[in-house]
C-alpha cells in the first residue's frame, strides 16, 4: 500500500513540476520600458497600408521598421464585444492623428486580430470601417508573442534609432481619444526632429 502511495505521490508532483514549468515559459504582456518583443509581422498586402507603415515590399516586417515615432498596436479579436465597442472610438484616434499635422505620419496605429482568419478580419474591417492595417492572426502567433493577452488590449510602442521600447502596455478600452493620445504622447516624450 505504501508503494502506490509512494507512486501517486511521484507521480502528481510530476504533474506539477511540469505545469511549474510549462507556466514559467510562458510570455508575459509587454512591460513598459521593455523592448517590444522581435517579432515578424506579416506584411499587410494591401499597398495603402504598407505605405502607411512606411514599408517596402516583403512578407513581413518588425515594428522598429515602421516609419513612424509612435507605433500603438490594438489587440483585438472581431468576437470580443469589448473590441467592437471600442472600434468607433479607435477610428477616433485614427483620425485626430491623421488630422494633425504635427502628429499624421509621426504616430502610427495596427491592430491584431488575434486568433482570426483574413476573411473574419475583413469582416470586422469593413463592419467597423477600419482606416489602418488590421494584421491577421489566425494561429495565435502574435498573440502568444506578445504575452496571450485579453482583448483589447493596447501597446504604445516608441521607435528610435532602430530601437522599439514599450511606453504604454495596458488591457482595456480607453474612454477618451483625444485623452489617450495626449498620455501616449506624454510618455513617448518628445516626437518628431
Do not use: W
Request: aromatic letters at 10%.
Amino acid at each position: 500500500m505504501r508503494g502506490i502511495i509512494a507512486a501517486v505521490l511521484v507521480l502528481v508532483m510530476v504533474f506539477f513540476s511540469a505545469a511549474f514549468l510549462k507556466a514559467a515559459e510562458m510570455v508575459s504582456a509587454p512591460r513598459e520600458g521593455a523592448e517590444f518583443p522581435g517579432i515578424a509581422i506579416p506584411s499587410p498586402i494591401s499597398e495603402g497600408h504598407r505605405e502607411y507603415l512606411g514599408l517596402r515590399k516583403g512578407t513581413t516586417f518588425m515594428i522598429s521598421q515602421v516609419k513612424a515615432d509612435i507605433v500603438i498596436v490594438e489587440v483585438l479579436s472581431m468576437y470580443c464585444p469589448f473590441c467592437q465597442a471600442e472600434a468607433p472610438r479607435v477610428n477616433e484616434l485614427y483620425r485626430l492623428i491623421e488630422g494633425d499635422p504635427d502628429l499624421r505620419g509621426k504616430i502610427k496605429i495596427i491592430g491584431v486580430a488575434a486568433g482570426n482568419t483574413s476573411m473574419e478580419r475583413d469582416i470586422f474591417r469593413d463592419k467597423y470601417q477600419i482606416p489602418f492595417p488590421l494584421i491577421s492572426d489566425g494561429d495565435f502567433i502574435l498573440h502568444k508573442a506578445l504575452g496571450e493577452v485579453r482583448t483589447p488590449y493596447f501597446i504604445g510602442v516608441r521607435v528610435k534609432g532602430g530601437e522599439a521600447r514599450v511606453i504604454y502596455s495596458r488591457l482595456g478600452a480607453f474612454d477618451d481619444p483625444a485623452s489617450f493620445l495626449e498620455m501616449i504622447l506624454e510618455k513617448a516624450g518628445e516626437v518628431g526632429p
